[in-house]
């Protein structure tokens, strides 16, 4: 069965730092994608970053990067220079079965401070 | 482009009554989801759809039914609501290829449902 594990319930980080979210998956399928969405407050869902598992390099969007290592089964969203606009909940997804479906995490609780 | 729009935002039910939600998508989307989201549990799949006409059970449908009603619209009925069902429930939409970053889901705003 599909499973996505965020094991950090919160993390803080201070402004302007780099930070990263684990996020740790289980799939016996060869053809999935790993997705990232932030939550801020006000509630709304936020697409951020996908990564194919067929893909070769780490995908980026602006300050985020995805830290795949798929011998691991990880794949880590890595924040750059961290904003206060960053504070939200993080959820980790996968594709599965070649479907759009999507599996989620319970999240992380990102806090920026100054 | 509105993206993905749901109604209403917010709903206080009392058990047993019924209600629908309702969402619409703008992007041409094929495949549409219902999601319900509680504390601590992440996003759980309700019902999606493929395309226009079919639809299918997620993770956590008893209690819910939903319709198709066009390619734009897709609307989920809580037949006799429960407290239990007290959640926020997102809709989405995708391109529904199952291609790559095509699969990435676009979500609403959401919907608080209290049910008393």
């Known amino acids: 069965a599909q499973k996505i594990t965020q094991t950090q319930p919160g993390m803080f980080v201070q402004e302007k730092e780099a930070v990263t979210l684990d996020c740790t998956y289980d799939?016996?399928?060869?053809?999935?994608?790993l997705f990232w969405y932030k939550q801020p407050s006000s509630g709304e869902m936020i697409f951020l970053i996908y990564?194919?598992?067929?893909?070769?390099q780490n995908a980026t969007e602006g300050r985020y990067s995805l830290n795949f290592q798929k011998a691991r089964k990880s794949a880590n969203l890595v924040i750059s220079a961290s904003q206060l606009g960053d504070s939200a909940m993080y959820f980790c997804?996968?594709?599965?079965?070649?479907?759009?479906?999507?599996?989620f995490g319970t999240g992380t609780r990102l806090q920026v401070f100054p | 482009n509105a993206g993905v729009t749901q109604t209403p935002k917010f709903q206080v039910l009392k058990t047993g009554q019924s209600m629908t939600l309702q969402c619409a998508q703008d992007?041409?989307?094929?495949?549409m989801y219902w999601y319900r989201q509680d504390p601590g549990m992440g996003l759980r799949l309700i019902y999606y759809?493929?395309?226009?006409?079919?639809?299918d059970k997620g993770e956590v449908p008893n209690g819910y039914n939903v319709s198709r009603l066009n390619k734009r619209e897709f609307s989920l009925r809580l037949e006799s609501a429960a407290p239990s069902q007290t959640s926020v429930y997102f809709c989405?939409?995708?391109?529904?290829?199952?291609?790559?970053?095509?699969?990435?889901?676009?979500f609403g705003p959401g919907t608080r449902l209290l049910v008393l």
């Open positions: 989405a939409s995708s391109v529904g290829i199952a291609s790559g970053a095509q699969e990435t889901q676009y």
């Open positions: 799939t016996s399928d060869p053809s999935y994608g």
């Open positions: 990564q194919g598992s067929y893909d070769q």
């Open positions: 997804a996968m594709s599965y079965y070649n479907t759009d479906k999507l599996i």
């Open positions: 992007m041409n989307h094929n495949s």
């Open positions: 759809s493929a395309s226009e006409g079919t639809t």
